[in-house]
């Protein structure tokens, strides 16, 4: 069956006078800003403490639009011992989004998540050459990096995290195999004092009840004198030697 001449105008004018009737959905930029999806490729933003200068993306990069300066630096010993270590520090990380396709290969292979995709898109120039853009301009798109979105409920766990947990599990479990072990040494000493100190205890006791009484507590006190000094008192009979009581018996 052949269409009569000018079915398909017909058709097309019909689709139009339908999208008459509704209501537009244009978003008057940029008196209103236009709302994106979460994962929206709009400019590269670069996490400078996570770079280590691996060159891995200026590598992979298919049009080669990322251009990496640094150098060396040494790292002192520490002083409990160990030997110099050398860092790469960033000198330079350029991008220049005039050759970029935005494919997000640099992202990708990034091993320490130093760069990231921001939804911000207003970075236009009006001369081609200020699309090259240095580290500082793309760390100040950090900001805007939007938070990662949450995983499905029953989506598996991170290995990364199962390992982390994994690990406190079996560091938890050997602290407490190794506690019991510790307790009965620490506790030995405080259970063997009292029987060392009633010895001494009892002793002090029996010493201070003699000293208390006052007929005895002279004659203790005369003895311990004569015992210290090491010489007999004048009027005792030790006092007098061989020689000198022969002068006294002819008197």
């Avoid at 990708?108 to 970075?123: K, M, Q, R």
């Avoid at 853009?133 to 760390?139: A, I, N, T």
């Avoid at 009292?194 to 002793?203: D, G, I, W």
Wanted: hydrophobic letters at 30%; a negative charge; aromatic letters at 6%.
């Amino acid at each position: 069956m052949t269409e009569l001449p000018g079915a398909g105008l017909v058709k097309g004018l019909a689709t139009t006078f339908r999208t008459m009737t509704r209501r537009s959905h244009t978003v008057q930029y940029p008196d209103e800003t236009p709302v994106l999806a979460p994962r929206t490729r709009g400019v590269i933003a670069l996490i400078e403490e996570n770079c280590t200068v691996c060159m891995l993306c200026a590598r992979e990069c298919p049009d080669w639009c990322i251009y990496i300066d640094s150098h060396k630096e040494t790292i002192p010993a520490p002083p409990g011992g160990g030997r110099d270590r050398t860092r790469n520090m960033l000198d330079r990380f350029a991008i220049d989004f005039s050759l970029c396709m935005y494919c997000g290969i640099c992202i990708e292979v990034c091993p320490f998540d130093a760069l990231e995709w921001s939804p911000e898109f207003e970075y236009a120039e009006f001369d081609i050459k200020n699309l090259l853009h240095e580290k500082d301009r793309l760390g100040e798109w950090v900001a805007t990096i939007p938070a990662p979105v949450a995983l499905d409920d029953a989506a598996e766990e991170p290995k990364e995290i199962a390992l982390a947990q994994k690990a406190a599990v079996k560091r938890q479990a050997e602290l407490e195999k190794a506690a019991p072990q510790t307790a009965p040494s620490q506790t030995a000493p405080s259970q063997t004092a009292p029987s060392q100190t009633a010895p001494s205890q009892t002793a002090e006791s029996q010493t201070a009840a003699p000293r208390t009484t006052g007929s005895e507590s002279e004659p203790g006190s005369t003895e311990s004198g004569s015992a210290e000094s090491g010489s007999p008192e004048p009027g005792s009979p030790e006092s007098g030697s061989p020689e000198s009581g022969a002068p006294g018996g002819e008197g």
